[in-house]
């Protein structure tokens, strides 16, 4: 299954100290903001002669440098009675 991840700033998770919702989808709209992300070296000492992401190594999905007055990583977490999908609950 192809899906597009994209952010939703306006959909703040209550449980966390600043969280928001990151949706997938099939339903390709193009590039818009809230589906633009970066790939960054998640470790900046990994010996890599330059600043680009090389396959085997660490990275973190940071959101649109313009979706947000500062950058959002994505992360995720175990499924519990507190932390779950709120429409699949999964």
Not at 1 to 30: C, F, H, K, P, Q
Not at 54 to 81: A, C, D, E, F, M
């Amino acid at each position: 299954m192809n899906g597009l991840l994209s952010t939703d700033t306006s959909d703040r998770i209550s449980n966390n100290d600043e969280a928001y919702g990151v949706t997938a989808s099939a339903r390709n709209s193009g590039a818009i903001a809230r589906s633009v992300f970066v790939l960054e070296r998640g470790d900046e000492k990994d010996g890599a002669p330059d600043n680009c992401v090389h396959y085997g190594q660490k990275v973190r999905i940071r959101s649109n440098q313009w979706i947000y007055q500062k950058p959002l990583y994505l992360s995720s977490t175990q499924i519990s009675p507190i932390s779950y999908a709120r429409f699949s609950r999964n």
